[in-house]
């Protein structure tokens, strides 16, 4: 089996920094997501990934830039962090195709102060 | 557009009683459905889903979700629930056309299976 991981598990950064947030996976998979999860609104897509070098906006995509230079990364970046954005952050990849199972790793929290 | 509503945001049973969490979706044609849980700080794990076939499908851990295309839901259920059955249950749906995979997200119901 593969696994997801997520860097750093919990960042803490100042209103209006630049912030990162990065994902590895090992199942070899096209495919990578960001969601970001807040509490009693289910999971937004922010950006996905059907190849490397390839970017896809989601419904969320505004005050986020995201990158996938490798097949098995795909970073996301808050570009003004803001106090509204504490939420926990989660990357997931699938093989490419429709219906494909997603496989998550363990999320990023971010707080904003 | 595809959406999905959970009703309910938080269920609380006693463990060995039945389970059903509610699921509706709104498609314009028959999705692809899903049921994630995510235990407390990890991330989702698929419990099931459906393509076609027959309504009624098994997933992992004895839970079933039935597919109605009538009443465009996907409720999931459970016979007798485990305490450690306690966790934040998503209903996803997916139109899976061209390459992507994008999946829409249900707001979540919170599970609490008390002893």
């Known amino acids: 089996g593969g696994i997801i991981t997520q860097t750093p598990k919990f960042l803490i950064g100042q209103e209006g920094q630049k912030l990162t947030l990065k994902c590895q996976q090992n199942?070899?998979?096209?495919?990578m997501y960001w969601y970001r999860q807040d509490s009693g609104k289910g999971l937004r897509l922010i950006y996905y990934s059907i190849t490397e070098n390839d970017l896809q906006k989601g419904d969320l995509s505004e005050g986020y830039d995201a990158s996938r230079e490798k097949k098995s990364s795909f970073s996301l970046t808050v570009t003004s962090a803001q106090k509204n954005e504490m939420a926990v952050f989660l990357c997931a990849s699938s093989i490419a195709g429709g219906a494909r199972t997603l496989y998550f790793g363990s999320g990023t929290r971010l707080t904003v102060l | 557009a595809q959406s999905v509503t959970q009703p309910d945001a938080r269920v609380t049973v006693s463990e060995g009683a039945s389970l059903q969490l509610r699921c509706k979706y709104s498609s314009s044609v028959t999705p692809y459905l899903f049921w994630y849980v995510q235990y407390p700080r990890q991330g989702l794990q698929l419990l099931l889903k459906?393509?076609?076939?027959?309504?009624v499908v098994q997933g992992v851990n004895g839970f079933e979700a039935e597919f109605s295309k009538s009443n465009s839901s996907f409720h999931l259920r459970k016979a007798s629930v485990h305490w450690s059955d306690s966790a934040v249950y998503f209903c996803?749906?997916?139109?899976?056309?061209?390459?992507?995979?994008?999946?829409?997200f249900g707001q979540g119901t919170v599970l609490s299976v008390i002893p």
């Open positions: 199942f070899n998979h096209d495919t």
């Open positions: 996803a749906v997916s139109m899976a056309t061209g390459g992507n995979n994008k999946l829409t």
């Open positions: 459906y393509y076609s076939g027959d309504p």
